[in-house]
């Protein structure tokens, strides 16, 4: 095949309110096999019960999170709920190098962080079907006091707000995970077919 046939590798950022379900969605394609680099977000906050280091989240210390901070370390970062986030950038410019699709599992504020540099990655913004069905998700979590609930529900209002400078809203209805699951993939799909979705690593 000549070179000049290859597409480009698709960034395919996916983000969304806390307790929409980004993590279900991501586990689902993986066992489905899809062949995406699965980005994992770096952390400082405890780790949860069922999540495994080094796959759910990197688990590190604030100390050690900082270090790379400074060493410019992370795509993104932020601090959310108090707890810092970021989203390691040789995981994503690496896999990307190598002409890999990338997934980044990341929040509505980071991805407005992420659009400033990758303007041309496919931003997809998964939604609950309506806010009382969220709160019904983060309460049976049950992972939240009643203080930072209500602090995540709010956040979540306003979020649902900035959908609209996403490329696709996906909705997440309740035990229909691979329904959202194929509108994702439908929406690569149109993106590579129209070969306007494209990442340049060397921008990352």
Request: proline share 4%.
């Amino acid at each position: 095949m000549n070179h000049k046939d290859v597409q480009p590798p698709i960034l395919l950022i996916l983000s969304g309110p806390s307790g929409v379900g980004k993590d279900a969605v991501l586990s689902r394609m993986r066992d489905l096999g899809e062949p995406y680099h699965f980005t994992v977000t770096a952390t400082t906050r405890t780790q949860r019960n069922g999540e495994t280091d080094g796959k759910d989240y990197i688990f590190v210390s604030q100390a050690e999170f900082k270090a790379q901070m400074e060493q410019d370390g992370f795509l993104e970062w932020a601090e959310v709920y108090g707890n810092y986030y970021g989203v390691p950038r040789d995981q994503v410019k690496t896999a990307l190098q190598r002409g890999k699709d990338v997934i980044v599992k990341i929040d509505v504020q980071g991805a407005k962080t992420i659009k400033k540099l990758a303007p041309n990655a496919l931003y997809i913004f998964l939604a609950p079907p309506n806010m009382e069905q969220l709160e019904k998700r983060l309460t049976a979590r049950m992972t939240e006091s009643s203080g930072s609930l209500k602090i995540r529900l709010e956040t979540a209002t306003k979020e649902m707000k900035s959908a609209t400078w996403f490329d696709h809203v996906v909705i997440n209805h309740e035990n229909q995970l691979d329904l959202a699951v194929a509108e994702i993939q439908y929406a690569v799909k149109i993106a590579r077919l129209n070969q306007i979705k494209t990442s340049n690593p060397d921008l990352i």
